[in-house]
């Protein structure tokens, strides 16, 4: 049996500028993981299995006047999609494709299999190359999975930066600029999967980073799931409208979260702080200019709760619901927030940052 797992994620900074090639995001990935395992099948025929996942509503929508139906919040077609192009990629450097039953477990719900907005589809999308990887060993380094994961994630999604499946693959903290999308796109058509991954990505940086030793992560959840895909859907057709206004708002995430990666580099946790707090003043500004809500009233309660005890907040990735995320001092006293979040019926997640080294990879 084969048996790996791949981390949620937390957006910290940068979000829907992120989706723009050379500007960059903050993100971290945490302790709760997707599993899969992989066991050879007997016979021609193989399984996927997901407890989670298996009672979840088909959502759609209509495109001009016809039903159509959306993938993009359904795991297995994250699923799917990861097989067809690792095996595609297995294929072509000589490897003999057989047949398993792979299930697939997930932390990233609660018990009710509501999400907490950590990334879910990128972390299955990522477990599913990295079990894929192990089961037919084809020796992957991470960029290679990274880019496994983004093709077979833009499959489904089509759009978004894939900085969550980066996140899932490197661990830690990490800064994050996303690739020339149209460039992908186009030689996607153009080369074999093998050639495509083994090409430069033009703009894709993944670094890592080190955070201050002073420096605490707070999270906590509104109870209210949120759709990115819809959420960049909306603030990606507002924009046309206001180009010069979006332009500005990119200008000025780009500047913020290079400050907070100095803060990083530098070890300061003031500035990062600072910078937090900028950054949540920009997507609100983005979600004015919009119409687009980025920051719910439960998001908003979250983080003037946070700023009332002292630590700087905003929300996690595309908002309109689940995570926000606090950064405080060491040595700020972080229960007066957990009590006066519970209070307002936000739940602290007790979610640490997960590094590579933490969990066995086999």
Known sequence: MIEVSAPGKLYIAGEYAVVEV???AIIVA??????VTINQAVGTKGSIQSEQYSDLPIRWFRRKGELVLDHRENPFHYILAAIRLTEKYAKEKGHHLSFYDMKVTSELDNSNGRKYGLGSSGAVTVATVKALNE?????????????????????????????????SCFGGWIAFSTF??????????????????EQDWPGLSIRPLKAPKALRLLIGWTGSPASTSDLVDQVHQSKKAKEQVYQQFLVASKACVEQMILGFETQNVTLIKEMIS????????LSAMTGVLIETPALKLLCDLAENYGGASKSSGAGGGDCGIVIVDQKTGILPLMSAWEKAEITPLPLHVYTKEEKNES
């Open 180 to 197: 020339d999308h149209p460039w992908v796109i186009e030689n996607f058509g153009r080369l074999s999967i093998a050639q495509l991954v």
């Open 278 to 285: 900028k950054n949540r003043q920009l997507l609100n500004e």
């Open 22 to 24: 050379g500007h960059p």
């Open 30 to 35: 945490v302790d709760q993981f997707i599993t």
């Open 135 to 167: 089961y037919y060993q084809l020796g992957l380094d991470l960029m290679t999975q990274f880019k496994l994961a983004a093709l077979a994630h833009l499959d489904v999604q089509g759009n978004g930066s894939c900085g969550d499946i980066a996140a």
